[in-house]
């Protein structure tokens, strides 16, 4: 590796990626960047976000070079390091990955539910493509990937095409994050226990030198109801209502059961307050994404034009934090503990070898090393081992265009209440989605 590191991102014309490009310029002294290679299939937004992050390199970090290119080769060879954030279909395909299960008075998500399953089609096979040429065009690169669904891509990518890969969600981050500021301590100085699968995990135990912090802060909030989140979280996230709920739910998840849930556990546990929800507010969460993005270009061009100064409302700092210090980890050797997804090895002793699992690692040179984190609770045992199951088949039936599969994975998950509505969903997914799905044509 040269004295800076060379990075490239797939999907580089997002919105989250200034926000990335903040944590580089934060983090400069500790993790120099040499070159940086930005790579989209969408010429405007490549556009849009190259000038953007044009301006921030040159106020902050002017010996680094940019390059822009629709060339996903260009993006590969010669690089350290290969981010990935891509969008098979953008968010149009998101919203009927979302809509789809709405229609039918299901949960309509992105990641969690049979949405999540539509993009899991459509996204292993591209993602498998990338691994592919990174075996070929520059083996020794790694990938760190935190396309969704997270989880599931990793398990087709160390199933189809082993290379040096990292999977990673902000999610356990910003636990770790507000618990920390919430308590007054630095984050690194609390250790989660955390286990399970991407947005589906847990943290059983907080640890802060030798003592559980999770007990004392659960009587906190039981015995401070209208504990002020603003406090917890921060104002500014909560000024945004999709962060609003899930915070509060997370939150009464706790109360409850003691344990710290992924925000996503919201959809299991209060399912149909969140149909609910998703019916009065009429809308996709895609859709209001969309909205939110368009804004976000707009300011972007704004602040490239030089009329307003930066202001970023997408990605945010624990996600750059989170991706920045893992490459740091990586490049350094400097053995730093993440939650990150990787192959379960022991890890997880009753979920299967090679189920991709969320877990505490070591992180260093040689990627990540995962800790034993031990059997689950047999209170959320049962939830995480259904999704597992419904992990592997999706995994399956998106490699092998497998329509058997792909049934058997919908019909086993627990938010598809019958094997019915997983054909009816299996069908409207299939045909709304089929110039994404190449890989189901006569299945
Ligand atoms: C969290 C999740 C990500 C997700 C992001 C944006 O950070 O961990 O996996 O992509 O939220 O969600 P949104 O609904 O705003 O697109
Ligand atoms: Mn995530």
């Known amino acids: 590796m040269s004295s800076g590191l060379r990075v490239s991102i797939?999907?580089?014309?997002?919105?989250?990626?200034p926000g990335l490009i903040e944590g580089f310029i934060r983090m400069k002294d500790t993790v120099p960047l040499e070159r940086l290679v930005l790579m989209d299939i969408d010429s405007r937004k490549l556009a849009i976000v190259g000038a953007m992050v044009k301006t921030m390199l040159e106020a902050e970090m002017p010996d680094t070079r940019l390059d822009l290119t629709q060339d996903r080769l260009e993006a590969i060879q010669d690089m350290d390091f290969i981010l990935c954030q891509i969008r098979v279909g953008g968010l149009n395909a998101r919203h009927i990955d979302e809509?789809?299960?709405?229609?039918?008075?299901?949960?309509?998500?992105?990641?969690?539910?049979?949405g999540g399953f539509a993009m899991a089609l459509r996204t292993i096979p591209v993602m498998v493509d990338i691994a592919r040429d990174i075996e070929t065009h520059n083996p020794g690169a790694w990938l760190i990937n935190y396309t969704n669904p997270t989880g599931l891509v990793a398990e087709a990518i160390y199933k189809a095409c082993p290379i040096k890969e990292i999977s990673i969600c902000d999610e356990p981050m910003i636990l770790q994050e507000a618990l920390a500021g919430f308590v007054g301590v630095e984050p690194a100085s609390l250790f989660m226990e955390y286990f399970g699968l991407n947005h589906l995990g847990w943290a059983r135990r907080v640890m802060l030198r030798g003592n559980d912090i999770?007990?004392?802060?659960?009587?906190?909030?039981?015995?401070?109801?209208?504990?002020?989140?603003?406090?917890?979280?921060?104002?500014?996230?909560?000024?945004?209502?999709k962060a609003?709920?899930?915070?509060?739910?997370?939150?009464?998840?706790f109360r409850e059961t003691g344990l710290l849930p992924s925000p996503y556990l919201q959809y299991y546990f209060f399912t149909d307050e969140i149909i609910r929800h998703q019916a009065d507010s009429g809308r996709t969460r895609a859709q209001e994404v969309m909205e939110l993005e368009k804004a976000i270009l707009a300011d972007f061009e704004e602040v490239t034009a030089g009329r307003k100064k930066p202001e970023l409302k997408r990605g945010g700092r624990w996600h750059a934090d989170m991706m920045i210090g893992l490459l740091g980890a990586i490049a350094q050797g400097s053995r730093s503990v993440y939650i990150v997804n990787v192959p379960n090895q022991g890890s997880m002793p009753e979920l299967?070898?090679?189920?991709?699992?969320?877990?505490?690692?070591?992180?260093?040179?040689?990627g990540s090393h995962a800790f034993a984190v031990g059997n689950m609770p047999a209170s959320v045992?049962?939830?995480?081992?259904?999704?597992?199951?419904?992990?592997?088949?999706?995994?399956?039936?998106?490699?092998?265009?497998?329509?058997?599969?792909?049934?058997?994975?919908?019909?086993?998950?627990?938010?598809?209440?019958?094997?019915?509505?997983?054909?009816?969903?299996?069908?409207?997914?299939?045909?709304?989605?089929?110039?994404?799905?190449?890989?189901?044509?006569?299945?």
């Open 10 to 17: 797939l999907g580089g014309g997002s919105a989250y990626t």
């Open 381 to 443: 045992r049962g939830l995480i081992q259904a999704v597992a199951a419904y992990e592997e088949l999706t995994v399956e039936a998106a490699l092998k265009g497998s329509r058997k599969h792909a049934l058997e994975a919908l019909a086993c998950h627990p938010l598809v209440p019958s094997r019915e509505t997983a054909k009816k969903l299996l069908d409207a997914y299939l045909s709304a989605h089929a110039e994404y799905l190449p890989q189901f044509v006569g299945s």
């Open 244 to 253: 609003q709920m899930e915070l509060e739910n997370t939150l009464r998840i």
């Open 99 to 114: 809509s789809i299960p709405a229609q039918m008075g299901l949960v309509g998500q992105e990641t969690t539910g049979p």
């Open 214 to 241: 999770l007990p004392v802060l659960r009587q906190t909030l039981q015995e401070v109801p209208g504990l002020n989140l603003d406090r917890v979280f921060g104002s500014d996230v909560m000024a945004d209502p």
């Open 352 to 366: 299967p070898y090679g189920k991709i699992v969320e877990v505490p690692a070591i992180v260093d040179a040689s």
